[in-house]
């Protein structure tokens, strides 16, 4: 299994005591973004309506992304792993927080990523996937 070298973790959500059913919408999904997503639990719903593509396919042509995760079901601890085919490029443990994993990270030629090849996104615990987007790095 291959990692990032460049690869680092912003951070999880602060989350305040607000209602997780306005993230239901989102659930299951990671949400890259070109722009860092809100500490704040509140500001969340909003970040994410403008950012989230229901097809799930995101494409950056700036080698940094940033990700919003909405966990389809609890867990504390997820790892982002960023797949090509069935080898991972990215291996991060994060933690979350009220089933939302805010973090960043940047693919790199080194660690085997390429112009126009489409990366599966997940976040798993153990073996269940509990979110996933596809990423499409371009020139």
């Given at each position: 299994m291959r990692l990032a070298l460049a690869v680092m973790l912003?951070?999880?959500?602060?989350?305040?005591?607000?209602?997780?059913?306005?993230l239901k919408p989102y659930a299951g999904h990671v949400v890259l973004v070109h722009d860092t997503p809100p500490t704040v639990f509140a500001e969340l719903p909003a970040f994410l309506k403008t950012a989230f593509d229901k097809t799930?396919?995101?494409?950056?042509?700036?080698?940094?992304?940033?990700?919003?995760?909405?966990?389809a079901k609890p867990a504390d601890k997820v790892t982002l792993v960023v797949l090509?085919?069935?080898?991972?490029?990215?291996?991060?443990?994060?933690?979350s927080a009220k089933n939302v994993v805010i973090?960043?990270?940047?693919?790199?030629?080194?660690?085997g990523f390429v112009?126009?090849?489409?990366?599966?996104?997940?976040?798993?615990?153990?073996?269940?996937?509990?979110?996933?987007?596809?990423?499409?790095?371009?020139?």
């Open positions: 912003v951070g999880w959500v602060a989350v305040a005591h607000a209602d997780e059913k306005t799930d396919h995101y494409e950056f042509m700036k080698w940094e992304v940033d990700f919003v995760g909405v966990l090509d085919g069935k080898t991972a490029l990215v291996s991060i443990e994060l933690a973090g960043h990270f940047t693919p790199t030629k080194a660690a112009i126009g090849k489409p990366y599966a996104v997940t976040l798993v615990s153990g073996k269940t996937t509990l979110a996933k987007a596809e990423l499409l790095l371009r020139d």
